[in-house]
């Protein structure tokens, strides 16, 4: 069956560097985008953008764009989203969502990540 | 920038019917999606393509469109349906509402 593991918490000191891994089993990898979704706190959801897993490249929303990096390890099946520099703002729960025809139909458990000095 | 409109909550008894809105400009053109969260769980996503059902998804939820509106209708609703409900589309860039609360009491 389809599942996405992610890695997880993380408790960093602002400033920092986190990077939070997404492991992918049950289907052929590369054949369906990675999203990336943001929830903080008590919020709601908040698309972060998405990595195409058969070539690469990313896409990041505005917003999501300097401090994130959406990276692949494809011969692990996994994705990454790592960010730089972070802020008390950026604690939240990341998700990673596998895309099918426009639709998020499998989704990693999230992972918290908590920004405190 | 885009908005989708939801109401914050809605109240319903269990057995009846809930009825979960979404506005937005030029909706009525885009496929819309809707994912169900429980406290303390990811997303679910329970309608697609703005009226279908994946697998897996009691048959109690339907999709439906009119005009720039999108509802998720959950019939005879259970208890084990209380949660936030989101609706999503695509708009150049995804966008999600702001969330339902739904409490079944």
């Known amino acids: 069956q389809v599942q996405l593991v992610q890695s997880g918490s993380e408790l960093k000191k602002p400033g920092a560097s986190v990077k939070v891994s997404c492991k992918a089993s049950g289907y052929i990898f590369t054949k369906y985008a990675v999203n990336w979704v943001r929830q903080a706190p008590g919020q709601g959801l908040e698309w972060m953008g998405w990595?195409?897993?058969?070539?690469?490249?990313?896409t990041y929303a505005q917003g999501f764009r300097g401090r994130y990096v959406f990276s692949l390890d494809t011969s692990v099946n996994t994705a990454y989203l790592e960010i730089t520099s972070l802020k008390s703002e950026d604690t939240a729960v990341y998700y990673c969502a596998r895309e099918e025809s426009g639709a998020y139909d499998n989704w990693g458990q999230g992972t918290l990540v908590s920004v405190t000095s | 920038s885009y908005d989708l409109t939801q109401a914050p909550s809605l109240s319903v008894s269990p057995g009846q019917t809930a009825s979960i809105t979404c506005s937005g400009d030029k909706l009525g053109d885009r496929f819309v999606y809707w994912f169900q969260q429980k406290t303390g769980q990811s997303p679910l996503l329970v309608i697609y393509?703005?009226?279908k059902r994946p697998s897996g998804i009691p048959e109690r939820f339907s999709g439906s469109k009119s005009g720039n509106t999108a509802t998720l209708t959950i019939r005879g609703t259970q208890a084990m349906d209380e949660a936030v409900y989101y609706c999503?589309?695509?708009?150049?860039?995804?966008?999600f509402g702001g969330g339902t609360k739904v409490t079944v009491l």
């Open positions: 990595i195409n897993t058969n070539s690469g490249d990313p």
């Open positions: 393509h703005s009226i």
């Open positions: 999503q589309a695509w708009t150049g860039t995804v966008i």
